[in-house]
């Protein structure tokens, strides 16, 4: 069974700081690029950040020097790491698993998200 399950999301006052983390399991992380996506009410998708399965990474450019994302293929595991918080960043963070398994069969997986607010 293939999880993705976000965690670490919550309100947070404007300036201050959040850590998400995607945990996964039933794929092969290590071969995946990962990323976070974000949402917020009545608006598109966004792609925030990603990480490929070696060591490039990509960000929007609103985020970029405030966000980071990091992988932890033992465990599994992707993060975000996000400083400078505004009210702007308030939506639901989404991990996102992309790749190739057997017999070139691609995948493209999702976490149920989780909220992030920016609010005083």
């Known amino acids: 069974q293939v999880q993705l399950v976000e965690s670490g999301g919550g309100l947070v006052q404007p300036g201050g700081s959040l850590r998400l983390s995607c945990a996964t399991s039933g794929f092969s992380f290590s071969r995946s690029a990962m990323a976070w996506y974000r949402q917020a009410p009545g608006k598109q998708r966004e792609l925030v950040a990603e990480?490929?399965?070696?060591?490039?990474?990509g960000y929007l450019d609103s985020v970029k020097g405030r966000f980071t994302i990091s992988r932890d293929n033992a465990k599994n595991t992707v993060y975000l790491q996000m400083n400078s918080l505004k009210p702007l960043d308030t939506a639901v963070y989404y991990c996102?698993?992309?790749?190739?398994?057997?017999?070139?069969?691609?995948?493209?997986?999702w976490g149920q998200g989780t909220q992030v607010t920016v609010s005083s």
């Open positions: 996102n698993a992309r790749g190739v398994g057997s017999l070139w069969r691609e995948y493209d997986y």
């Open positions: 990480i490929s399965s070696g060591v490039n990474t």
